[in-house]
C-alpha cells in the first residue's frame, strides 16, 4: 500500500479516520497496523492493508487455492482457458480492452485514480497498468487476501507495480471514505457479491458527484437454470438488463450506457459454478454515474 493512500481510508465499522503504526519503506507501508479512535484495528501484511472485520464477512467467497505461487497461478489461468472456445477467447480479449480504454479515459478525464472492486487474481488491474499513464493510481481490493498476493507477486515482475496498491476489504462494508473516488471499475466482480445491492450502494457512497463505475458483467436468460441458481445464491441483482437497472436506480445511479460484448452459449467448465453448461449469456460493459445532489 502507498502511505498516500491513507487519506481515503476509514474504519468500515465506525468510519473514524485510521493511523498507520509500522514500518514504511519506498513510501510504502510494508508492516503493521491500522488503528482508529474508536480501538479497531486492521493489520498490514507484506505491504497488503487487511481492512475488514470478520463479523460483516462470515459468509463472502473464499478462495480455496493459494494462487499466491507464481506458478500455481499460471495453472489455473490456463486451465481456465482450455475450457473456452476460441471466439469466448477472442470476446473476452475485446472486452479487455474496451474495459480497459474506458477506465483510461475516465482517469485522465478525472483525478488519475481508480478503485477496482473484486480485485482477484489481477486479471484487470495489471494489463490497466500497464496501458495507462505512469502517475495512475490504482487500488485493487479483494474479499480474500490470497489471490491479491498472487496479483502482488505477478506485477512486481512487471514495470508497473508502483502504481498499485492492494487492500483486503468487504465490498459492502468498504473502508473508503465518502466522495473520495472518481473512477470505480470491477471486471466481473459485482456479478460474484452475494446481494449485489449493498455492493453498489457503498460504491455509490465513496464516489465523488459525477464520479463513474465501469464495469463488465454477465447476464442470463429469465427462467434459465443460471438465473434460477443466481437467485439461490443471492446474485441475481444484476444478472440481467432489466435487473442491473433496477438494482443502480435504488442506490441512487444513473445508467450512462451499455455495450453488449458478446452472446452465446456457455460451454462445459468445471471451474465455474455460473452460468450453467448449455444456458445462453452475455457478457457486457456499462457505465454508470452518481448525480450531484
Known amino acids: 500500500m502507498h502511505e498516500q493512500i491513507v487519506q481515503f481510508l476509514t474504519c468500515p465499522i465506525c468510519r473514524a479516520p485510521l493511523v498507520f503504526e509500522g514500518r514504511k519503506s519506498s513510501k510504502r507501508f510494508v508492516n503493521g497496523y491500522f488503528k482508529c479512535s474508536k480501538g479497531h484495528i486492521y493489520q498490514v501484511k507484506e505491504e497488503i ?16 487455492v493459494d494462487v499466491a505461487d507464481e506458478k500455481r497461478y499460471e495453472e489455473i489461468r490456463k486451465q481456465y ?3 473456452l472456445r476460441e471466439d469466448q477467447k477472442i470476446a473476452m480479449k475485446k472486452l479487455m480492452e474496451k474495459l480497459v480504454n ?20 489481477g486479471g484487470f488491474i495489471l494489463p490497466l497498468a ?26 512486481k515482475k512487471t514495470t508497473t507495480y508502483h502504481k498499485i496498491s492492494l487492500i483486503v476489504t468487504d465490498a ?12 470505480i471499475s470491477s471486471n466481473f466482480g459485482f456479478d460474484n457479491v452475494p446481494d449485489t445491492l449493498l455492493a453498489f450502494n457503498e460504491s455509490a457512497r465513496i464516489l465523488q458527484p459525477e464520479g463513474k ?12 437454470e443460471s438465473m434460477r441458481l443466481a437467485e439461490e445464491r443471492h446474485l441475481g441483482q444484476m444478472a440481467s438488463e432489466t435487473r442491473l ?49
Open 49 to 64: 492493508g487487511l481492512l475488514k472485520d470478520a463479523r460483516f464477512s462470515v459468509n463472502e467467497f473464499e478462495w480455496k
Open 81 to 83: 482457458s482450455s475450457y
Open 102 to 121: 474506458h477506465v483510461v479515459k475516465s482517469c485522465e478525464e478525472s483525478d488519475n485514480k481508480v478503485l477496482d472492486v473484486a480485485t482477484g487474481m
Open 130 to 155: 500497464e496501458e495507462s499513464s505512469e502517475d495512475l493510481i490504482i487500488i485493487g481490493t479483494d474479499i480474500d487476501e490470497k489471490p491479491l498476493r498472487g496479483a502482488m507477486n505477478k506485477a
Open 172 to 183: 459492502k462494508h468498504l473502508c473508503f471514505k465518502g466522495d473520495v473516488f472518481s473512477t
Open 213 to 224: 463505475i465501469i464495469f463488465s458483467s454477465i447476464w442470463f436468460k429469465v427462467n434459465s
Open 245 to 293: 437497472r433496477e438494482t443502480l436506480r435504488k442506490v441512487g445511479l444513473v445508467l450512462e450506457w451499455i455495450e453488449e460484448i458478446y452472446c452465446g452459449v456457455w460451454p462445459h467448465n468445471p471451474m465455474d459454478l455460473l452460468p450453467v453448461e448449455g444456458d445462453e449469456y452475455t457478457h457486457m460493459i456499462a457505465q454508470a454515474r452518481k448525480p450531484k445532489n
